[in-house]
Structure formats: structure tokens, C-alpha cells
């Protein structure tokens, strides 16, 4: 009987009307934002920024070590992170390596000037004066990356190698592009056949560059900016 009675007292007072404070605090719940929702933001945020100095340190690396002497806990150790960081992100070096090529070849192709755009032969030779100058320290160059790799490629996974071979094919074929519109629109005067000059302008530069990795001097840039680039004259700028 005592529990039939405690029982009663429990279903009234689960059925009586909620006081105001009771209501109060219930529309203050519904407008407060779900902390959920607030956490994942906070953490897209912060994965993002540990996605970025990955990639940002194993670049540096590979750039200055190559591929084959960088480990997986050199590339967290540069950033501070345990080693378990990296595989929330990436399923190995060479899937990152790969991700970093990518990007480079992208910028190096899509930073080049329009074919249909004024001033064509200055902006293309002022594109190529930048990528052969002396790389910042700590600061990404896509030259000497790509330069550094091409001289392990004996040792390079076969998929990176493959991806270094269609990244230069590619953004050689863009440059013949270029180099076919200002011989036919502004008068380019080199008798090189512009697939070669494409080959030559792109070997020249990456030599050049992979050169100057361990040589002081300035020369080898020097020598590409007043040798190769001269092959860029035109009769008229259009």
C-alpha cells in the first residue's frame, strides 16, 4: 500500500504545470546553441591548422633533405605534434609527398599569364625571374622542391615518379601554349622550336636551381636569367 501511495505522489508531481523558473530556463536552453555544434567547429578549425604545418613541414623537409632521408617523425617533430597526428590526415608519406606535388605543379601552372592577356612576353619572363630567385629560408619554393625530387628519382616511389614526369609534361605543354602565341602574335625572333624551348626554359631553370642548393654561389641562377631567358625576345609586346 506504502508504495502504491508513494507512486501516486511521483505521477502528480510529473503531471503539475512547470513553474516560471522552470519555463525560463527552458527557452533559455532552446536558445542557447548546441555545444556540439560549437565543438566542431573549434575542432575543423584546429584540424585544419594542424593539415597546413603538416604539409607546410614535410615541404621544408623534402625541400631541403629529400624525400628518402625525411621521416614520418621528422615531419611531426618539426610541428610539435605526436607521431599518431599524421595518420589523421594522411595514410603515409609518399600519399602526403604526393599532395604537396600536386599543389606546386598547380601553382606553377596556374600562375602563368594568359595567352589572351596585354604585356604577355614581360609577364612570362618576370614569371620565370621569380621562380629562379634564391628561395627565403622557411618558405616553400615549387622549383626547388620539384628540383631536389627529380634528382632522387631513382629512389622515389613509382607513383611520385610518375607524378613528377606528368607534372613537368604537363606544365611544359602549357608553356608551349604561350610560347606559340607570342611567336605567331608578337613576333618572338628565336628559331628554337617552341616544344624545344619549353623543355629548355623548364630543364634549365630545375638544373639551375638544384645547382644552386649546394653551390653559394650565383651563378647558376645568373646564368638562367641572362642566357635562357634572352630566347623570350620579341619584335612587339602585345
Not at 624525400?67 to 594522411?90: E, H, L, Q, W
Given at each position: 500500500m506504502?508504495?502504491?501511495?508513494?507512486s501516486s505522489?511521483?505521477?502528480?508531481?510529473?503531471?503539475?504545470?512547470?513553474?516560471s523558473s522552470?519555463r525560463v530556463?527552458?527557452?533559455?536552453?532552446?536558445r542557447?546553441?548546441?555545444p556540439?555544434d560549437?565543438?566542431?567547429g573549434v575542432?575543423q578549425?584546429r584540424g585544419?591548422?594542424?593539415?597546413?604545418?603538416?604539409?607546410?613541414?614535410?615541404?621544408?623537409?623534402?625541400?631541403?633533405?629529400?624525400?628518402?632521408?625525411?621521416?614520418?617523425?621528422d615531419?611531426?617533430?618539426?610541428?610539435?605534434?605526436p607521431?599518431g597526428?599524421?595518420?589523421?590526415?594522411?595514410?603515409s608519406?609518399?600519399a602526403?609527398?604526393?599532395?604537396?606535388l600536386?599543389r606546386?605543379?598547380?601553382?606553377?601552372?596556374?600562375?602563368?599569364?594568359?595567352?589572351d592577356?596585354r604585356?604577355?612576353?614581360?609577364?612570362?619572363?618576370?614569371?620565370?625571374?621569380?621562380?629562379?630567385r634564391?628561395?627565403v629560408?622557411?618558405k616553400?619554393h615549387?622549383?626547388?622542391l620539384?628540383?631536389?625530387?627529380?634528382?632522387e628519382?631513382?629512389?622515389?616511389p613509382?607513383?611520385?615518379?610518375?607524378?613528377?614526369?606528368?607534372?613537368?609534361r604537363?606544365?611544359?605543354?602549357?608553356?608551349v601554349?604561350?610560347?606559340?602565341?607570342?611567336?605567331?602574335?608578337?613576333?618572338?625572333t628565336?628559331?628554337?622550336?617552341t616544344d624545344l624551348?619549353?623543355?629548355?626554359?623548364v630543364?634549365?631553370?630545375?638544373?639551375?636551381?638544384?645547382?644552386?642548393?649546394?653551390?653559394?654561389?650565383t651563378?647558376?641562377?645568373?646564368?638562367?636569367?641572362?642566357?635562357?631567358l634572352?630566347q623570350?625576345?620579341v619584335?612587339?609586346d602585345?
Amino acid at each position: 500500500m506504502v508504495v502504491s501511495q508513494r507512486s501516486s505522489f511521483a505521477i502528480a508531481r510529473d503531471q503539475r504545470p512547470p513553474r516560471s523558473s522552470e519555463r525560463v530556463a527552458e527557452k533559455n536552453a532552446e536558445r542557447r546553441p548546441e555545444p556540439h555544434d560549437r565543438s566542431c567547429g573549434v575542432a575543423q578549425v584546429r584540424g585544419r591548422a594542424a593539415y597546413d604545418k603538416l604539409v607546410q613541414s614535410a615541404g621544408l623537409l623534402f625541400q631541403d633533405n629529400g624525400y628518402s632521408s625525411v621521416s614520418i617523425r621528422d615531419i611531426v617533430s618539426a610541428v610539435g605534434a605526436p607521431k599518431g597526428t599524421f595518420f589523421n590526415y594522411f595514410a603515409s608519406k609518399e600519399a602526403l609527398a604526393s599532395s604537396i606535388l600536386e599543389r606546386q605543379f598547380q601553382d606553377l601552372c596556374s600562375s602563368l599569364p594568359s595567352p589572351d592577356g596585354r604585356g604577355v612576353q614581360r609577364k612570362l619572363w618576370r614569371y620565370f625571374f621569380t621562380l629562379a630567385r634564391q628561395p627565403v629560408r622557411g618558405k616553400l619554393h615549387p622549383t626547388r622542391l620539384i628540383g631536389t625530387l627529380m634528382a632522387e628519382s631513382l629512389v622515389l616511389p613509382p607513383l611520385l615518379n610518375k607524378q613528377l614526369v606528368e607534372g613537368l609534361r604537363n606544365w611544359s605543354n602549357q608553356l608551349v601554349i604561350l610560347l606559340t602565341h607570342l611567336q605567331l602574335q608578337c613576333g618572338l625572333t628565336t628559331t628554337i622550336e617552341t616544344d624545344l624551348l619549353a623543355e629548355c626554359l623548364v630543364n634549365s631553370l630545375l638544373g639551375a636551381m638544384t645547382r644552386a642548393k649546394c653551390d653559394s654561389s650565383t651563378l647558376p641562377l645568373r646564368a638562367f636569367t641572362e642566357i635562357s631567358l634572352r630566347q623570350l625576345r620579341v619584335d612587339k609586346d602585345g
